[in-house]
């Protein structure tokens, strides 16, 4: 956000991560920067929302909470054609499944505290370019502002790297044993993961990405908060906590913790209601995992 000047504009996804919401409407609105918003399922969405000021098209695939697929190589074959720069939230994908800059991508972001870091040890970000004038860009707003890493998170987060692959593979067959279980589970009233051929953009998903991850959300039957926490503390294996990309499977409840920021009405119309749950599924044996969610569904 500090490559920009006040008046300039930044598209970004509707289902954004809390966090980013949070950061682009309360800190970077206040210093001049303008947003919009748009559902990416459709790259047509994003052209209508271009305008003479726009420098930036923020996205996330798949998205948080309610994992949407954008079509990375057309919406940055759009911006191409505007010289507007495109920038992909690349944390629930991982570089192992997602390649966004072999897809046009100008700038990629992961939170290295998750899948990178792998350990739910570390806090860190890191910015991924392939142009050497953007990377200078981007060098000096460190050199200036900050934000290095310290030699310990460094040292836990190449570590990490190591075992990215290994890990990530066993994130993605359990991640798709469980998506499948939960489609058929009665008390579910909806799954969404993109390797699910129901997932509305699962085509693209195969297009664009070697694997589906470990990360998927689901929708209870019964739409109320206390069913929902009722689910939530049943789990013994899976940990309720925010967070996700570690090893250990964690249960998130969006609507009260990583999306709470965003405001009612627009949780609302996003889906982001008190019976969607998020799971980052883990590495650990995947029938112990789906005993634990049967059993926690069993109290509803």
Same mark, same amino acid.
């Given at each position: 956000m500090r490559l920009f000047n006040p008046g300039d504009e930044i598209i970004a996804g509707d289902d954004l991560y809390g966090g980013s919401y949070r950061m682009f409407t309360q800190l970077f609105e206040k210093v001049g920067l303008k947003f919009s918003f748009v559902d990416m399922n459709d790259p047509n969405n994003i052209i209508g929302a271009i305008t003479d000021n726009t420098k930036? /098209?923020?996205l996330e695939t798949p998205t948080n909470p309610l994992l949407k697929i954008a079509d990375i190589s057309a919406i940055t074959a759009i !911006?191409?054609?505007r010289n507007i720069l495109t920038a992909v939230d690349n944390t629930f994908a991982t570089p192992y499944n997602q390649r966004p800059l072999d897809l046009g991508a100008d700038l990629v972001m992961h939170s290295a505290t998750k899948y990178i870091g792998g350990h739910s040890d570390v806090v860190m970000g890191a910015l991924m370019v392939k142009d050497a004038e953007l990377a200078?860009? /981007?060098h000096f707003i460190q050199f200036a502002a900050g934000a290095i890493a310290g030699p310990m998170d460094c040292f836990l987060a190449l570590r990490g790297v190591k075992t990215l692959a290994l890990r990530v593979q066993r994130h993605n067959e359990n991640g798709m044993r469980i998506a499948k279980f939960l489609t058929n589970h009665p008390k579910v009233q909806s799954v969404y993961y993109p390797g699910l051929e129901s997932h509305p953009?699962?085509?693209? !998903?195969k297009k664009q990405m070697k694997g589906f991850g470990g990360m998927l959300s689901f929708r209870l039957k019964e739409d109320s908060k206390e069913s929902t926490f009722k689910v939530l503390e049943s789990f013994e294996v899976i940990t309720l906590a925010e967070s996700l990309g570690g090893v250990e499977s964690l249960v998130n409840h969006p609507a009260t913790m990583t999306h709470a920021s965003i405001p009612l009405k627009e949780r609302e119309r996003l889906g982001i209601t008190d019976s969607l749950v998020r799971l980052s599924v883990g590495v650990e044996d995947v029938e112990d995992l789906i005993e634990d969610i049967s059993n926690a569904l069993a109290k509803v």
């Amino acid at each position: 956000m500090r490559l920009f000047n006040p008046g300039d504009e930044i598209i970004a996804g509707d289902d954004l991560y809390g966090g980013s919401y949070r950061m682009f409407t309360q800190l970077f609105e206040k210093v001049g920067l303008k947003f919009s918003f748009v559902d990416m399922n459709d790259p047509n969405n994003i052209i209508g929302a271009i305008t003479d000021n726009t420098k930036l /098209i923020w996205l996330e695939t798949p998205t948080n909470p309610l994992l949407k697929i954008a079509d990375i190589s057309a919406i940055t074959a759009i !911006a191409k054609e505007r010289n507007i720069l495109t920038a992909v939230d690349n944390t629930f994908a991982t570089p192992y499944n997602q390649r966004p800059l072999d897809l046009g991508a100008d700038l990629v972001m992961h939170s290295a505290t998750k899948y990178i870091g792998g350990h739910s040890d570390v806090v860190m970000g890191a910015l991924m370019v392939k142009d050497a004038e953007l990377a200078k860009k /981007i060098h000096f707003i460190q050199f200036a502002a900050g934000a290095i890493a310290g030699p310990m998170d460094c040292f836990l987060a190449l570590r990490g790297v190591k075992t990215l692959a290994l890990r990530v593979q066993r994130h993605n067959e359990n991640g798709m044993r469980i998506a499948k279980f939960l489609t058929n589970h009665p008390k579910v009233q909806s799954v969404y993961y993109p390797g699910l051929e129901s997932h509305p953009n699962h085509e693209i !998903a195969k297009k664009q990405m070697k694997g589906f991850g470990g990360m998927l959300s689901f929708r209870l039957k019964e739409d109320s908060k206390e069913s929902t926490f009722k689910v939530l503390e049943s789990f013994e294996v899976i940990t309720l906590a925010e967070s996700l990309g570690g090893v250990e499977s964690l249960v998130n409840h969006p609507a009260t913790m990583t999306h709470a920021s965003i405001p009612l009405k627009e949780r609302e119309r996003l889906g982001i209601t008190d019976s969607l749950v998020r799971l980052s599924v883990g590495v650990e044996d995947v029938e112990d995992l789906i005993e634990d969610i049967s059993n926690a569904l069993a109290k509803v």
